[in-house]
């Protein structure tokens, strides 16, 4: 589990990139990793695009 203050938006952005994450009040991303079903392949895919996502939140600029 992680948790971000724009938890909900992120996890919007994982699942519209094929990503499996549940998201849960207040602030929290779960992430189901199952040895069983799960790679380091797929969990390398979802660290990288969280980090796409980090970035580029970080270069938008803030609304005044």
């Not at 724009?6 to 094929?18: K, R, Y």
């Not at 994450?21 to 779960?30: I, K």
């Amino acid at each position: 589990a992680y948790t971000h203050p724009d938890a909900e938006d992120i996890t919007n952005e994982l699942i519209s990139s094929g990503i499996i994450v549940d998201f849960r009040d207040p602030q929290l991303m779960r992430f189901g990793i199952a040895p069983l079903y799960i790679d380091s392949k797929d969990i390398d895919k979802v660290i990288q695009k969280l980090l796409d996502i980090f970035r580029l939140r970080r270069q938008q600029p803030t609304a005044l």
